[in-house]
């Protein structure tokens, strides 16, 4: 019974730190556009869909990284001062590292889809 009640209690206490990443929200990449036959009302779109997911990127980034370091205040501030574990650090890390690749290729989709459009619509 103690046993049990030490678990329910361990997994009490370590939620808020766990529960803390929900609130940043992980985007989702814009469907790639293929230049040779978007209109240009579609390159338009595709245009605006690739700023706000970068700018959602840069958002989930900081509030990544945000959340992190409120962490790690905070296990500095308790009475063990113990760090915060590793591999969450790893984790936040790993999940960063994602979709700042994925911002890249999203990026660089767009760019070439827009350098096709042009070459097919010169003006």
Request: with cysteine; glycine share 4%; proline share 5%.
């Amino acid at each position: 019974m103690k046993t049990s009640l030490l678990v329910c209690l361990f997994v009490v206490a370590a939620t808020p730190a766990f529960a803390d990443f929900s609130s940043c929200s992980e985007p989702y990449a814009p469907a790639s556009l293929d230049g040779n036959t978007a209109t240009m009302e579609q390159m338009q779109q595709g245009q605006k869909d690739v700023v706000q997911f970068i700018k959602d990127s840069d958002t989930y980034q900081d509030c990544m990284n945000g959340q992190l370091k409120d962490m790690q205040r905070e296990a500095a501030r308790s009475k063990d001062k113990k760090p915060v574990d590793p591999s969450i650090v790893a984790m936040v890390q790993s999940k960063i590292d994602k979709n700042q690749k994925l911002k890249e290729k999203v990026g660089a989709e767009f760019n070439t889809a827009a350098q096709t459009y042009n070459a097919k619509h010169p003006k």
